[in-house]
T-cell receptor, first 118, second 111 residues
Framework: DQQVKQNSPSLSVQEGRISILNCDYT??????FLWYKKYPAEGPTFLIS?????DKNEDGRFTVFLNKSAKHLSLHIVPSQPGDSAVYFC?????????????????FGKGTKLSVKP | DADVTQTPRNRITKTGKRIMLECSQT?????MYWYRQDPGLGLRLIYY???????NKGEISDGYSVSRQAQAKFSLSLESAIPNQTALYFC??????????FGSGTRLTVV
């Protein structure tokens, strides 16, 4: 069963407008939520994260919103730029109890391909 | 030099062959990971290692093995490659924070 779902495989937005990427998760025990960006022929790069105890985190043009009751996460990019065109992965992180809560690993969604048109 | 280096970048191999993908990192991190990316399936965890003496299976470990030769080196082996192992493979490392640093990937084709 997929624990992290990105139901939109692609999204097209005009330059200057808002891009909203969505993500749903199934396990309320996740501790952190992250967004990664991936360009072709490169590895994913970390973009922004949010703790499960918060509902919003902002970093420049990027804002992540967390709705725990709905188990829903979204990434807002304002304003969108052509250089933002990439695949965006939602990821969740759960600390491992076996390691005294000090270790964990990421679980990724399938990704959403964002195209920002000039 | 890249923080995480994967070799080879591209590889074509035949069904049944043994192949090793190598990963080295200069971040000084203890934790290393191998992920596989398939179109429409995102990134799936194959194996991970939290330190040199620690190896753990991820969600899709069947058909793969790993070796943690040193803090900086983590290799992935396909003992007998099959066509459905054709994919893009990523190695990553992390420290005590949440951010993973990924390599640029190895594109593997099994014919």
């Amino acid at each position: 069963d997929q624990q992290v779902k990105q139901n939109s495989p692609s999204l097209s937005v005009q330059e200057g407008r808002i891009s909203i990427l969505n993500c749903d998760y199934t396990n309320s025990m996740f501790d952190y939520f992250l967004w990664y960006k991936k360009y072709p022929a490169e590895g994913p790069t970390f973009l922004i994260s949010i703790s499960s105890i918060k509902d919003k985190n902002e970093d420049g043009r990027f804002t992540v919103f967390l709705n725990k009751s709905a188990k829903h996460l979204s990434l807002h990019i304002v304003p969108s730029q052509p250089g933002d065109s990439a695949v965006y992965f939602c990821a969740t992180f759960r600390l491992h109890e076996d390691y005294g809560g000090s270790q964990g690993n990421l679980i990724f969604g399938k990704g959403t391909k964002l195209s920002v048109k000039p | 030099d890249a923080d995480v280096t994967q070799t080879p970048r591209n590889r074509i191999t035949k069904t049944g062959k043994r192949i090793m993908l190598e990963c080295s990192q200069t971040k000084g991190h203890d934790r290393m990971y191998w992920y596989r990316q398939d179109p429409g399936l995102g990134l799936r965890l194959i194996y991970y290692s939290f330190d040199v003496k620690d190896i753990n299976k991820g969600e899709i470990s069947d058909g793969y093995s790993v070796s943690r030769q040193a803090q900086a080196k983590f290799s992935l082996s396909l003992e007998s490659a099959i066509p459905n192992q054709t994919a893009l493979y990523f190695c990553a490392t992390s420290g005590r924070g949440l951010g993973y640093t990924f390599g640029s990937g190895t594109r593997l084709t099994v014919v």
